[in-house]
Structure formats: structure tokens, C-alpha cells
């Protein structure tokens, strides 16, 4: 999985939000917020091809969250964004 082209993330205050800015400039018709650590998986997610249990080892290492609980929740917030178009397969 891979994030789509031009969707940057910004964070405002102490949200963070993905926008898509395909026209040189932020469209903010469409934005995805999310929490710190939905953020934090983001930006893994740019780095590399992380497999989702090499993201939930990282997550794990991070913050203080069961190992099944923590694929779950990737899992979860991959779908998400899959089905909002934000990620290619």
C-alpha cells in the first residue's frame, strides 16, 4: 500500500489533516482528520512499504498497546483510508 499522490499532512491546532493538493494549492473541500497516532501510522505509511504487522510492532514500541489490539486498529484505519481513497493498493 502506498498514499496517493498530493495528499499532504498538515497539523492545525491539535488536529491533523490529510489534504489533497493535485492543483498547487490546498483543496479544502475534502479533509481527513485524525488523532495524533492515526497521524503518526500516516506518515510510517509514506516512508516505505510497511506490512501492517510492521506497523503495529512500531505502534507497540510507541505507545503502550497490546500487539492484537494495535493490528486491529491498523487494519482498521488502512480500510478507512482505502475506502476514502487516500491509499493504493
Known sequence: MRQKENLVLRK????YLIVDTSNGKADMSDVYCMNESAAMIWQKIGEKNYSVK???EWLCSEYDVDMN??????EAQICEWT?????EQ
Not at 492545525?12 to 488536529?15: M, N
Not at 489490539?69 to 491498523?74: C, N, R
Not at 475506502?83 to 491509499?87: E, H, R, S, V, Y
Open 83 to 87: 475506502k476514502f481513497g487516500l491509499l
Open 54 to 56: 510492521e506497523l503495529a
Open 12 to 15: 492545525i491546532g491539535k488536529q
Open 69 to 74: 489490539v494495535a493490528v486491529k486498529d491498523i
